[in-house]
C-alpha cells in the first residue's frame, strides 16, 4: 500500500472517530433521526474503505474484518439506541472497534508501495530515464507510469506556438499514459522524474506549463530531474545550475563523482551571490552521483537488437552481402546556426567526399532539435537548412536519422565524426574512433597544423605534434618542418611526449602520456627511454609532465599531474623525486571551476637557479631551488586565485589567470603588490589561460582558448601598470574562411633573444616581433605534401584504438574515414567509461531507482 492510501484510510477513521463524538451529542439531544442518517453515513464510509483495500492488496487482511465488525455494530446500532440507557454502550463499542481498526492499518497496512511517475517530453530523449523505468516495472512494489508530456514552439513574443506531441513514438515495450488522463493532483505520485530542466525559462520551446518542475514539486514527495545529456568533461555549464529543473527538484541525479562535486561547487556560489539562503536545499543532499541512464543504454546496447529499415540496410551492405563501414555523423544545433555559410560548405564537404566511396556509408543525425531551432532562431536560413536535408535524402547514398533512436545509431556505427554535444561523452564510452568535425578548414589550411610546446635550439624550433606521435624540426629560416621520427614503443595516434629541455647533443622530452622519459641524440638521430615510474608505484600516468629545464648535467621535469619534480642526471641516467611542496600545496588547492584539482603547474619560470611554479588549482607559488633541492610554498592572491603562468620583469613576477580572476603582479616577500583587471572578465568573454612573457618594458599577455578570436592581446608597463592593447599582435581576417582555429587565439608563446614568439591559432602563422626594434614578422608555417601524405598514411595503418582526434590537416575525414577501413577497431569501453561515469556496469538506473525507492520509505518511517 503506498503511503498516501493509508494516510486516507487513517484521515477517514478519523472522521468516524469524529462523527462518533458526535454520535454522543445527539444521542443526549435525542434527535433519533440525525443520528441515524449520521451511522448510515458511517456505514457507507466504513465500506468504501473496506473496498479499496480489497481493491488494493493481493491478500485478506485482518483489517477489512475488523470494518466488517464496525459495520455489523453499526447494523444493530439503532435497536440498540431505542433502548433506555443502552445507547451510551453502544457509542463506546463502536469507538473502541474505530481504535482497533486505526492500529490494525498502522500495523498490518505498513506503506510497502510506491507510484512513480516519468514525464518524458521528447522521444529521444526518453534514453535518459528508460533503465529507471525498467527498474521501476520490475518491481512488484512499483507502479510506474510513463506520461510523455506536450512542448510547444515559443514565438516571439514568449506565448505557445504550434504543439509537439511524441507520445507514439516511444518503443512498442512502453506502455504508454495519456498526459491529460493522469491526474496529478489526484494521484500524487510517490516519486516524479524529469528531464526538461527549463521550465519557462528557455528561448526557443517550452513543456506544457502543468509539467513545469515548480509545480510538480507540490504534488510529490519526490521530484528527480535527470539530464537529458551527459558530459564527457568534469564540469557543466554554469548556466545550468540555476535552471528550475535544478532548483525545485529534491535530487539532480548526475554521472560521476566530479560532475557531482562541479554542480555542487558552482551551486554554492550561487546561493552566496544570489542570496537563496538554502531556500532550494543543500548542494551535498540535492546532488547525486550515480550514473547516467543514457550510458546504461550504450553499455547494454548490441547491434542485433535493433531493426534497420530495408532502405538503410541497403545502403550499408556490399553487392557481396558483406557490410560497409559506418560513420555517425553529428550535426550540432547551435554550431550550425553559428557556423552560418562556413557551416553549410562544411556539408557540402562532407557529402561529397562520401558520396564518392562505396566502402563507407554516412549515417546523419542532426540535432533533434535543429529544425526548431532554425525556426526560431534563424528564419532566414531555414530554406536552406530544408533544402540541405531534402537534397541529402534525395541523393540515396546516404543514411538520414531523425528517429527518436539514438542508440541504435552508436550500435551500428563504427566510428563518430561531428561536432561536440552530449552524444560525444556516449559515442566515447563505446571504444570506437571519433573525431570533432572542425567546419572551419578548408583548402585554404591543407598544408597547416597546430604545434605547440616548442623548443628553441637557436637555429631550429622542435616540437611535438599536439595529436599524434610525431617529431619535428623546423629550421627558423623556412618555417617548414621536418619531419624527424617517432618515438618507439609509443601508440602513433596519441601524443607521448610535450617539451623538451637540451643537455649536449641530446633533447630530453617531458612524458605527457608516455611512462618513460624519451631522449633523441641530434647527432645519431637515434631514440632511448628511460623509465621514471617507481618500483609498486600506482600513480595514474595520464598527463604527468608538460615542461623541461636543463641546468649543468641535470634535468629537471615539472610535473602537470604528477606527484614530484623529477631531476635527472644526464651522465649516470639517475633520477630523483622531489615531493616537499605536495603537501603544503594541497592545503591551498581550492579550484571550483572544472573540479580538476589534481593539476599542479601550467607554465612555470626558471631563473637559473629557482625554478618558480604557480599553482594551477589554487593561489599559490612553488619556488624550488635546483641547487638546495628544497622547495618553498608561498601564498599568492585571494583563496580563489588560479594561475595559469607566470613570467619575471628584474625585479617582480606577474601571475596570470587560469580563469577569470585578476593579474597579479608580486613579489616573494613582499607578497602582492597591485591587482590588475583581467582583459578577459567581461561575461560575454572567456579565455584561458594567458600565456605571459617579459620583454622590452613590458609584461605581454596573450590569450590561448578563447570564445572570441575578437579578444586582444594586452601589454602591461611594469614601471606604470598601465594597460594597453598589444597592437603588435594584432590578427585582422577579412574572411571569416581565413580562420585556421576558431577557440584559440595563440596556441604557444615565448620569448628568445628579446624577441617574442607567437604561433597564431587564428591564422596559423608565426608572429615573431623584436622588443628592441619593434620591428614585426609575421610568416605561414608550411608542411611540405611529402611530410603530409606521409603522416597521414602512418596513422590510416596505425591500430585503431579508441581516441578522441580533432580534425586538422594530418588528421582529415578522409583519414578517419580509410583508417577505419583498412584496420579492426579496438574496443575499450569500459577504460574510457571509468573516465566519465561512476557507474560502467549498465546498471544506473537500477541504482537510482532503488535510491529514490529507499529514499521514499524512509521518509515514510519518519
Not at 551571490?273 to 546496447?301: M, R, T
Not at 601508440?491 to 617531458?510: C, E, H, I
Not at 589534481?598 to 635546483?626: E, R, S
Request: with cysteine; glycine share 4%; aromatic share 14%.
Amino acid at each position: 500500500m503506498r503511503k498516501i492510501h493509508q494516510k486516507m484510510i487513517l484521515d477517514l477513521l478519523r472522521s468516524l472517530g469524529e462523527a462518533n463524538d458526535n454520535a454522543k451529542k445527539l444521542l443526549q439531544k435525542k434527535e433519533t433521526q440525525t443520528l441515524t442518517n449520521l451511522l448510515a453515513d458511517c456505514q457507507d464510509t466504513a465500506i468504501q474503505i473496506g473496498e479499496f483495500i480489497q481493491r488494493s492488496e493481493n491478500s485478506e487482511k485482518v483489517t477489512v474484518k475488523y470494518i466488517q465488525e464496525y459495520c455489523d455494530l453499526l447494523y444493530y446500532a439503532n435497536d440498540e439506541l431505542a433502548k433506555p440507557d443502552s445507547g451510551a454502550g453502544v457509542i463506546k463499542k463502536l469507538q473502541k472497534q474505530i481504535f482497533k481498526i486505526e492500529n490494525s492499518v498502522n500495523s498490518e497496512l505498513k506503506p510497502d508501495k510506491i507510484e512513480i511517475a516519468f514525464f518524458p517530453y521528447k522521444a529521444s530523449m526518453w534514453d535518459s530515464l528508460e533503465s529507471i523505468w525498467f527498474a521501476a516495472k520490475d518491481d512488484p512494489a512499483c507502479d510506474a507510469y510513463v506520461v510523455p508530456i506536450p512542448y510547444y514552439d515559443l514565438l516571439p513574443d514568449k506565448q505557445l506556438g504550434r504543439m509537439h506531441y511524441e507520445g507514439k513514438q516511444y518503443p512498442d515495450y512502453v506502455p504508454v499514459t495519456d498526459w491529460q488522463e493522469y491526474n496529478i493532483e489526484e494521484r500524487r505520485p510517490d516519486v516524479i522524474f524529469i528531464h526538461y530542466p527549463y521550465d519557462d525559462a528557455a528561448q526557443n520551446a517550452t513543456v506544457q506549463p502543468d509539467f513545469y518542475a515548480k509545480r510538480l514539486r507540490e504534488y510529490c514527495d519526490l521530484l528527480i530531474y535527470v539530464p537529458y545529456f551527459v558530459s564527457a568533461g568534469d564540469t557543466v555549464p554554469e548556466y545550468n545550475i540555476a535552471l528550475p529543473g535544478v532548483l525545485f527538484s529534491n535530487h539532480v541525479i548526475v554521472q560521476s563523482e566530479k560532475i557531482r562535486q562541479s554542480y555542487i561547487d558552482q551551486f554554492k556560489k550561487y546561493n552566496y551571490d544570489y542570496g537563496w539562503k538554502g531556500q532550494f536545499g543543500k548542494p551535498e543532499e540535492k546532488f547525486i552521483a550515480l550514473g547516467s541512464p543514457k550510458f546504461d543504454k550504450v553499455i547494454n546496447a548490441k547491434r542485433e537488437d535493433f531493426v534497420i529499415p530495408q532502405e538503410w540496410e541497403r545502403l550499408i551492405r556490399k553487392p557481396d552481402g558483406s557490410a560497409k563501414k559506418v560513420v555517425l555523423y553529428n550535426t550540432h544545433m547551435f554550431t550550425w546556426i553559428n557556423g552560418g555559410a562556413q557551416y553549410f560548405k562544411k556539408l557540402r564537404d562532407v557529402f561529397d567526399t562520401f558520396s564518392k566511396r562505396d566502402d563507407v556509408v554516412l549515417w546523419w543525425r542532426p540535432h533533434p532539435n535543429t529544425e526548431l531551432n532554425f525556426r526560431t532562431m534563424c528564419p532566414h536560413l531555414l530554406g536552406q537548412y530544408e533544402k540541405t536535408v531534402s537534397d541529402y535524402k534525395s541523393g540515396g547514398w546516404g543514411i538520414y536519422d531523425d528517429t527518436a533512436d539514438l542508440n541504435r545509431a552508436i550500435a551500428c556505427s563504427d566510428a563518430y565524426y561531428g561536432d561536440g554535444g552530449s552524444l560525444v561523452a556516449l559515442y566515447q564510452c563505446t571504444g570506437k574512433p571519433m573525431m570533432y568535425q572542425n567546419y572551419k578548414t578548408s583548402e585554404h589550411f591543407v598544408n597547416r597544423a597546430a604545434c605547440s610546446w616548442w623548443y628553441d635550439d637557436g637555429e631550429n624550433f622542435w616540437f611535438v605534434h599536439g595529436q599524434f606521435n610525431a617529431l619535428f624540426k623546423m629550421p627558423k629560416v623556412s618555417l617548414i618542418p621536418e619531419y624527424i621520427g617517432s618515438f618507439p614503443d609509443e601508440r602513433f595516434d596519441d601524443r607521448p611526449y610535450v617539451r623538451a629541455a637540451q643537455n649536449g647533443d641530446k633533447l630530453y622530452f617531458s612524458p605527457w602520456m608516455a611512462k618513460e622519459i624519451a631522449v633523441f641524440d641530434i647527432k645519431t638521430k637515434t631514440f632511448e627511454k628511460i623509465s621514471f615510474r617507481k618500483e609498486s608505484e600506482e600513480v595514474n600516468l595520464d598527463r604527468s609532465f608538460l615542461t623541461a629545464f636543463s641546468k649543468g648535467k641535470y634535468i629537471f621535469f615539472t610535473p602537470y599531474k604528477y606527484p614530484a619534480i623529477i631531476r635527472l642526471d644526464t651522465q649516470t641516467n639517475e633520477l630523483a623525486f622531489f615531493d616537499d611542496w605536495l603537501a603544503p600545496l594541497q592545503k591551498l588547492i581550492t579550484n571550483t571551476v572544472d573540479n580538476e584539482k589534481d593539476i599542479f603547474f601550467h607554465a612555470p619560470y626558471f631563473d637559473g637557479k629557482t625554478i618558480w611554479l604557480p599553482a594551477y588549482c589554487g593561489n599559490a607559488v612553488v619556488a624550488f631551488d635546483t641547487e638546495t633541492l628544497v622547495s618553498v610554498v608561498h601564498t599568492a592572491g585571494r583563496k580563489s586565485y588560479q594561475y595559469g603562468g607566470i613570467c619575471f620583469d628584474g625585479e617582480n613576477f606577474w601571475l596570470t589567470p587560469r580563469y577569470d580572476t585578476p593579474v597579479v603582479k608580486w613579489h616573494p616577500q613582499k607578497g602582492v603588490l597591485r591587482e590588475l583587471p583581467n582583459p578577459c572578465a567581461d561575461a560575454a568573454k572567456k579565455c584561458y589561460p594567458f600565456y605571459s612573457a617579459y620583454c622590452g618594458g613590458f609584461v605581454w599577455l596573450l590569450p590561448y582558448q578563447v570564445s572570441s578570436i575578437n579578444i586582444k592581446a594586452v601589454k602591461i608597463d611594469v614601471k606604470t601598470d598601465t594597460v594597453y592593447d598589444a597592437d603588435e599582435f594584432a590578427q585582422e581576417v577579412k574572411n571569416p574562411e581565413d580562420v585556421f582555429y576558431s577557440w584559440c587565439t595563440y596556441y604557444h608563446v615565448f620569448v628568445a633573444n628579446e624577441t617574442i614568439y607567437a604561433a597564431s591559432g587564428v591564422t596559423g602563422n608565426l608572429i615573431e616581433y623584436d622588443c628592441l626594434s619593434k620591428e614585426r614578422k609575421e610568416s605561414p608555417i608550411i608542411y611540405s605534401p611529402e611530410v603530409i601524405t606521409e603522416l597521414r598514411e602512418k596513422l590510416e595503418s596505425s591500430s585503431a584504438e579508441a581516441i578522441v582526434y580533432n580534425e586538422d590537416t594530418f588528421i582529415t575525414l578522409p583519414a578517419l574515414i580509410n583508417r577505419i577501413v583498412k584496420a579492426r577497431a579496438i574496443h575499450n569501453s569500459q577504460q574510457a567509461l571509468r573516465q566519465i561515469s561512476g557507474n560502467t556496469d549498465g546498471t544506473a538506473g537500477k541504482e537510482i531507482y532503488e535510491h529514490c525507492k529507499n529514499n521514499v520509505f524512509e521518509r515514510n518511517l519518519k
